[in-house]
């Protein structure tokens, strides 16, 4: 498992460096993603990625687009 503070410090660039390679992701999508990645050794939950998205979004470098679908989060690089 891999210690929470290290995680912390890279959720945004993993999460960056998935929409580059993907170019629009579903929060949930991001989340299976590095799980399997990973092989669960990030074990990202909803409650972690959320808030990374809106900081990007804030700071301009995502869109985020809620779609009406299951309401999930569309999120364009």
Known sequence: MISTELLKGSLTTIT?????????MYGYDIIKKVNM??????KLTIVAIYPVLHKLKKEGLVHIESKNFNKRTLVHF
Request: hydrophobic share 45%; aromatic share 0%.
């Open 16 to 24: 960056l460096k998935l929409l580059a390679l993907n170019g629009s």
């Open 37 to 42: 990645l990973t092989s669960r050794k990030i």
